[in-house]
């Protein structure tokens, strides 16, 4: 025995002593990484002819500067300072000397170059590693040049993902309800604009009340709440062509119509018989179907981007709370049980979790929690704040927040606000005019 | 023979030999991730030809994992453990408690003088005798402790250094595998001479694009923390090391 003992020993005693050392590294920074954006380089004879065109100067460093800005308010990347950079940019277009950028700590590097050909705009980049000495990507683009600012855009949501491995929201736009004057008669207008808050357009004329617009996730068409005549209609407007029509008149009060995943259904609550349900319509037959039927109060439904459940918030329990059912009504399921009262829950479109509006203690707050109403995170806290509405891939939220703008709080402005998951990223997003009830598009560029 | 040499790929699970695929952001190395066949030969082979009285002194496994770094001897700290034992030795139970009683002084008169080159001749050899055993148990413990590995505070040192330097990606799913291995050939200077990443065949899978934006960043990380904060002595011992990477713990929160 002592002996086999022995030999098990001898054996082993080698391996154990040389297996290779291992170390987990399970923590990291989450600093934002510090990335070069050189201005694209563009020839003498095309600058002057982008100059003529669109009365910029230099349209190679503007595009740059939407890259940069883009980047920035991600929240994940720092820009470099340009007055750091070594090299100039046609030849760090060519081959960066990545000794100079990693100098300035730059860790990765976009550069690129801008032509007209033909009276199109030909835009190539590339996305350089600079501690690996090696480049990423490299993609080119040729559109007409009044369309700059979506190639920055378009730039930025590439760099994105392929740096943190999931899609860009950059070449989306936002339609929201712009408002204007008191709170007593307030004009409410359909707008869109730029997720950046660039090229601002209204979409109606303000002589109907407007309300809560809402993208189809497969195409530029809105849904949206209008009132005739006092009565409550819901519209189809297609972004591309103007073109709008009336899907139908409901009765009583009538809430946010948001599009199923496959832009095929409508679903939205109104009131029928002095009760409010949950309803779809389908958009090809306009067959309405009821989803709900409880004597409480159901409302803001919003479907998983599978299509196979529906989340919506209902007083059931005697308080609003979120809760989530098969999309043909069944196995209906109360997932928030925190404090307060919950409102206007939407599914995120990576699936995974549920964005919400709390009302507690006299405070709104925005959270996302799980689908299974676990991790509920509450990520901004205002006097009032509601609507948030995802970005196309699920990692930030836009919003609006009234706040007061007089001591006897009798004077508000409504603005239009984004916060990433973090909680930690929040930002005012410009429009010319108070704003409310926004809605992100899917990506233009898809 | 062939039981021991055989052995050690018992100990291992086998591993699916991934295709080589050329990727042109990162650097494949040729080598696959087999374990360690040659290097366990040559050290049974090795361990043959030496004492194999050294084998039978050495601690058993379980007292040398007890050894903990701190107490890896360091060249002050080995004169003072041979002294005590010298002191224990040459004086005997009986003495011991009259030496408590006395002062220095009065212990000095306690001696023979006309014994006392006896003593000395004896303390000798018991020093002698001493020392090398301890000097053999120590080094045999300082050799395990190099093979085990890192010291808890190297790795602390090491882990701190990449905490500092790895962006994690903040868009990967965080209900997938995030788990990145590289294997790394390091300079005595803590430069790294080559790295590999051991699941590399993962990047081209389907659905799994966001772990080549993850290998990457644990790339990244690497080369800006160069040179790693590794120990000063003891190369062969970290000359290889692996580093998994895993950014589960920071996705979930």
Redesign the interface.
């Known amino acids: 025995m002592k002996r086999f003992l022995y030999i098990i020993f001898f054996v082993f005693w080698p391996i154990y002593a040389w297996s290779l050392i291992e170390v987990d590294i399970t923590r990291g920074n989450l600093n934002p990484l510090p990335i070069a954006v050189s201005p694209l380089s563009i020839d003498e004879e095309s600058r002057k002819k982008f100059e003529q065109i669109l009365n910029k100067k230099n349209i190679g460093s503007e595009i740059s500067v939407i890259v940069e800005k883009n980047l920035k308010t991600s929240g994940l990347f720092n820009p470099l300072d340009k007055d750091a950079f070594l090299q100039a940019p046609d030849i760090a277009n060519l081959k960066p000397r990545f000794e100079d950028w990693n100098l300035i700590k730059a860790q990765a590097l976009i550069t690129g170059k801008v032509n007209l050909i033909d009276e199109k705009m030909r835009v190539e980049f590339r996305l350089w590693d600079i501690l690996a000495g090696k480049e990423m990507m490299a993609l080119a683009f040729t559109t007409v040049p009044t369309n700059w600012r979506r190639v920055g855009h378009i730039i930025t949501d590439k760099v994105y993902e392929r740096l943190t491995g999931e899609k860009g929201y950059f070449d989306t736009r936002i339609i929201y309800v712009a408002e204007d004057g008191p709170k007593t008669k307030r004009i409410k207008k359909l707008a869109i604009m730029d997720q950046d808050g660039e090229n601002n357009k209204f979409l109606t004329l303000g002589n109907e009340l407007v309300l809560t617009p809402r993208f189809n996730p497969t195409s530029q068409m809105v849904t949206y709440l209008s009132y005739f005549r006092n009565l409550p209609r819901v519209y189809l407007l297609d972004i591309e062509t103007g073109m709008q029509e009336v899907v139908g008149d409901f009765p009583g009060m009538t809430f946010a119509p948001r599009f199923s995943p496959n832009g095929k259904k409508i679903i939205m609550s109104f009131a029928k018989d002095g009760n409010s349900d949950i309803y779809t319509m389908d958009l090809e037959n306009r067959v309405v179907e009821k989803i709900t039927n409880h004597p409480s109060i159901d409302t803001s439904p919003s479907y998983s981007p599978d299509g196979k459940y529906i989340c919506f918030n209902s007083d059931r329990s005697g308080y609003q709370q979120i809760y989530i059912m098969k999309s043909d009504g069944t196995n209906v399921k109360r997932i928030s049980f925190g404090k307060g009262l919950y409102g206007t829950p939407v599914w995120s479109p990576r699936g995974d979790l549920i964005a919400f509006t709390k009302l507690h203690k006299g405070k709104f707050y925005i959270g996302v929690m799980r689908i299974d109403g676990s991790g509920e995170r509450l990520l901004t806290e205002n006097f009032y704040q509601e609507a948030p509405s995802w970005s196309p891939n699920g990692r930030v939220l836009i919003f609006y927040r009234e706040t007061k703008t007089d001591d006897k709080g009798e004077g508000f402005s409504a603005k239009l606000w984004s916060i990433d998951l973090t909680g930690y990223n929040e930002r005012l997003v410009n429009t010319p005019t108070d704003a409310s009830d926004p809605s992100w598009s899917s990506l233009l560029s898809n | 023979m062939i039981?021991?040499l055989s052995?050690?790929f018992l100990?291992k699970k086998p591993i699916d030999l991934p295709p080589i695929v050329s990727i042109?952001?990162?650097q494949i190395t040729d080598k696959t991730n087999i374990?360690?066949a040659p290097?366990?030969k040559k050290?049974?082979d090795e361990?043959k030809e030496k004492e194999k009285k050294l084998?039978s002194e050495q601690a058993p496994?379980k007292k040398v994992k007890k050894i903990k770094p701190e107490s890896v001897p360091l060249p002050n700290e080995k004169v003072e453990k041979v002294k005590k034992p010298e002191e224990d030795k040459q004086n005997p139970e009986k003495i011991d408690t009259e030496v408590k009683q006395v002062s220095e002084f009065e212990k000095d008169e306690l001696f023979d003088p006309n014994n006392i080159a006896a003593l000395i001749d004896k303390s000798k050899e018991e020093t002698a005798d001493t020392i090398n055993k301890i000097d053999k148990v120590t080094q045999d413990q300082q050799k395990?402790i190099e093979?085990?590995?890192?010291s808890l505070s190297e790795?602390d040192a090491?882990?701190a250094q990449?905490?500092?330097?790895?962006?994690?990606?903040?868009?990967?799913?965080y209900?997938e595998n995030l788990l990145v291995r590289i294997?790394l050939q390091l300079n005595p200077d803590g430069t790294v001479l080559q790295s590999e990443i051991l699941d590399h065949a993962r990047m081209n899978k389907p659905g799994q694009?966001?772990y080549?934006?993850?290998a990457?960043?644990?790339?990244?990380?690497i080369?800006?923390c160069q040179p790693l904060r590794v120990p000063t002595t003891g190369y062969e011992?970290?000359k290889?090391?692996?580093?998994?990477?895993?950014?589960?713990?920071?996705l979930e929160g």
């Open positions: 039981t021991a052995l050690p100990a042109e952001l990162i374990p360690y290097k366990a050290i049974i361990i084998v496994p395990n093979n085990i590995g890192l790795e090491l882990k990449i905490f500092g330097c790895w962006s994690i990606p903040l868009g990967l799913p209900n294997k694009g966001f080549k934006v993850l990457e960043s644990a790339l990244r990380a080369k800006l011992r970290w290889e090391l692996q580093l998994n990477f895993d950014a589960r713990e920071m």
